[in-house]
């Protein structure tokens, strides 16, 4: 059954790949000249989560976020903890990807699931086994708000998660936990070219704006999800103009070894010109083997376009701690 699937799932794959335009030429700077674009007006629908405030003050130099591994990061806000795509599988064990197709971690994460801290809210990017694991589908508190894309929020609901909230593209979703404040902004992602789209899930890239004000937030950050290069994503910078930092979901991920479904080094380069962050890290890019683009690819790529210094490159476990625009007020 297994080599059925495979055949069946690699012939179809392959017909879509050679089908289907190749992706848009790298584009200018959008703020070439020192001039940043107007933000565009938001269109998509609104949602509120209120959280219940707790009694410990927040830490500063707790601000920021952690890389655990794969597309897996803790963000840390004043007191808010958010968990981004939680796969917390160990060396050796396998992901379903559907159609009968596998892939092995080649990692460990930096924490296990077990010893997490307090999680208020979890971001998926989509509904794939290495972004949302069987271990996690068991073990994770089911009452979690977890937001994503519509239709994963419903294949959540009906693993018996209760707080699910759909958005789709350019939907926004406001937090709020006592005085702490975030939007989460829905943004456009595409897990593989036109005609595949139908054989993968719909992908969802967040932006959040952290601050009581998301016109003019104290730190803004893009997470790109698992994309493709597209041109929907010209027009993140064009509504979300000075982006702080950018995690970028790399790896080249490839299905059958031919048919790539994430972003390589060149892609991950590009999407940078594209969305000019001010700094940008690398997530999920060595731990599954059916990712093919070696991170030292993207450092070379990073210093021949000249964003060597705005690029940190994290090992598992390790933080990088928001410098936010306005100082936490005392």
């Not at 460990?108 to 794939?128: G, Q, T, W, Y």
């Not at 964003?307 to 990088?320: P, Q």
Request: hydrophobic share 45%; charged share 20%.
């Amino acid at each position: 059954m297994m080599k059925h699937w495979t055949k069946r799932v690699g012939s179809l794959l392959t017909m879509v790949a050679l089908a289907v335009a190749p992706a848009m030429a790298p584009v200018a700077a959008a703020h070439a000249g020192g001039q940043q674009p107007a933000a565009l007006p938001a269109t998509g629908a609104g949602f509120s989560l209120t959280l219940p405030a707790t009694s410990t003050a927040p830490v500063a130099e707790e601000d920021g976020v952690q890389f655990i591994g794969t597309a897996t990061v803790l963000i840390r806000y004043r007191g808010l903890t958010i968990l981004t795509d939680p796969n917390f599988l160990h060396k050796g064990e396998h992901v379903h990807l559907g159609y009968g197709l596998t892939s092995k971690r080649l990692t460990n994460p930096a924490i296990a699931l077990e010893d997490l801290p307090p999680i208020d809210l979890v971001v998926l990017s989509h509904m794939h086994e290495d972004h949302f694991d069987k271990r996690v589908q068991e073990k994770l508190d089911k009452n979690i708000p977890i937001v994503t894309t519509p239709g994963a929020a419903k294949a959540l609901k009906n693993l018996g998660f209760v707080r699910t909230i759909g958005l789709a593209h350019w939907d926004r979703l406001d937090v709020e936990k006592g005085a702490t404040r975030v939007r989460i902004t829905s943004a456009p992602g595409r897990h593989g070219k036109l005609g595949a789209q139908a054989l993968l899930p719909s992908v969802m890239g967040a932006v959040y704006d952290f601050g009581a004000d998301p016109a003019q937030p104290d730190y803004r950050m893009y997470v790109t999800g698992d994309t493709l290069i597209h041109d929907d994503l010209k027009d993140i910078p064009q509504r979300f103009p000075g982006i702080d930092l950018a995690l970028l979901h790399l790896g080249g991920t490839r299905i059958l070894g031919v048919f790539k479904v994430t972003m390589d080094a060149q892609d991950g380069v590009q999407l940078l010109q594209i969305v000019q962050p001010r700094h940008a890290i690398p997530i999920h890019y060595n731990d599954y083997d059916v990712f093919k683009s070696p991170l030292a690819d993207f450092a070379r790529e990073v210093k021949a376009a000249g964003w060597g210094d705005r690029v940190t490159f994290l090992a598992h476990g390790e933080r990088y701690r928001f410098v936010l625009r306005k100082p936490l007020a005392k």
